[in-house]
């Protein structure tokens, strides 16, 4: 079920940002399988990615029709229970998210950090993960590498920080 009714349209950014392994599909290319104006045409068979995949507009009261997907250029979705907020943006348009409405209010999104969530930018392979006192760009990074952040004490005061382990396969 969808908050107020909504419903993906004419949409389909999740189609292209989001890449699908049971497809073969790389993140940021249209998926083959999405016709523009008609959306997906094997939804009914479509992998269990796209079927489990909830889109954040989609299930939000709070987020208005600015927020929609093609029309805001990313996509918003959770993931680890709720603790990490990813904005998948739209290569395209790599700035869309530092645009207003959106930038404060991610800016506001991210007081969750104190309470150990994350909310992390990705434009591609770029990754930004954003505090409310700050923006950490991490570059280009290997997308199976896992990125950690959180609040660290450093002369007795909270620091953000933010960290690529190459080492570790993302969880």
């Known amino acids: 079920m969808t908050a107020d009714g909504k419903s993906c349209g004419s949409c389909g950014m999740c189609c292209k940002l989001l890449g699908v392994a049971a497809l073969e599909k790389p993140a940021g290319s249209w998926c083959a399988h999405y016709a523009r104006g008609r959306g997906c045409t094997i939804y009914q068979d479509r992998p269990a990615a796209c079927a489990g995949f909830e889109c954040l507009w989609l299930d939000s009261e709070k987020l208005d029709d600015a927020w929609r997907p093609d029309r805001a250029k990313f996509v918003l979705y959770t993931e680890r229970d709720g603790a990490r907020l990813n904005v998948v943006v739209d290569p395209g348009n790599p700035a869309a998210w530092r645009r207003e409405p959106y930038y404060s209010r991610l ?10 969530c994350e909310l992390l930018v990705s434009v591609g392979d770029r990754r930004f993960v954003i505090f409310p006192e700050e923006d950490v760009d991490l570059g280009v990074i290997d997308p199976e590498h896992k990125i950690v952040s959180g609040y660290a004490t450093r002369d007795g005061e909270q620091v953000p920080y933010a960290m690529v382990l190459s080492d570790l396969p993302a969880a």
């Not at 800016?107 to 150990?116: I, T």
């Open 107 to 116: 800016k506001a999104m991210s007081q969750r950090a104190v309470e150990g």
